[in-house]
């Protein structure tokens, strides 16, 4: 039980294009999605916190107008990178979690490589 | 803020124990976690256990936590060539605005040797 599935496992573009990654809970609905970035070698970073029906929580540091994350619904979270740079080049995680995150463990996707040419 | 450490790297034969540990800052961390990555992939939720707990074991897998101390260390017991990943501890507490957010450790890898 409590899989995620995030699309696409990998991505390939040019500088200037907009990318958008889907997280989907397949088997339970998740009140609470979170992203993540993972540079090489290091730690995951906390992107932003989302939860269903209203806007994200973005963490000091990261834009909203660059990364924008969508949930519309209790099984669907999205995150657009919009306008993407070679410096967004990385490994994007997300996760779903049936309650706000405290009594309920995060799952994770299996992660979306971003490379930015 | 809260900061989690952990041990970079960690050798062990095949069919030896693995012990992995974790020091955390946060004295109101509710729920601790171990998850592994493999290369390329996402994390995977391996056990947790909360902090008024002492131990859990599953299976090959035992918890230790003493908060005392706030240390944390998996113990897997048995290792195989599968077990070879990246092991990321984390906490869990009470954020702002009612949100509870994990901070991870940096990530031990774990080699075993056949």
């Known amino acids: 039980g409590a899989v995620v599935s995030q699309h696409p496992s990998r991505v390939i573009c040019k500088s200037g294009t907009s990318v958008k990654i889907e997280c989907r809970s397949l088997?339970?609905?998740?009140?609470?999605m979170f992203w993540y970035r993972q540079f090489p070698k290091q730690s995951l970073m906390l992107m932003a916190t989302s939860n269903e029906g209203s806007k994200a929580t973005y963490e000091q540091g990261v834009e909203k107008d660059k990364f924008l994350i969508n949930h519309a619904s209790l099984t669907l979270s999205t995150l657009t990178v919009t306008s993407a740079h070679p410096e967004d080049s990385s490994f994007y995680i997300c996760?779903?979690?049936?309650?706000?995150?405290?009594?309920?463990?995060?799952?994770f996707g299996d992660g979306t490589r971003l490379s930015i040419l | 803020g809260e900061d989690v450490e952990q041990s970079l790297f960690l050798s062990v034969r095949e069919g030896d124990s693995s012990v992995i540990n974790c020091t955390y800052t946060?004295?109101?961390?509710?729920?601790l976690y171990w998850y592994k990555q493999e290369p390329g992939a996402g994390l995977q939720l391996l056990t947790y256990?909360?902090?008024?707990?002492d131990m859990k074991q599953d299976q090959r897998l035992t918890v230790l936590l003493n908060k005392k101390d706030k240390h944390l260390s998996l113990r897997i017991a048995d290792t195989q060539t599968g077990d070879s990943a990246i092991y990321f501890c984390?906490?869990?507490?009470?954020?702002?605005?009612?949100?509870?957010?994990?901070?991870f450790g940096k990530g031990t890898k774990l080699s075993v040797i056949p």
């Open positions: 088997d339970f609905q998740a009140t609470t």
């Open positions: 256990i909360f902090s008024n707990m």
């Open positions: 946060d004295s109101s961390s509710t729920y």
């Open positions: 984390a906490e869990t507490a009470l954020k702002g605005a009612g949100s509870y957010q994990l901070t």
């Open positions: 996760s779903a979690s049936l309650g706000r995150g405290g009594y309920q463990p995060q799952h």
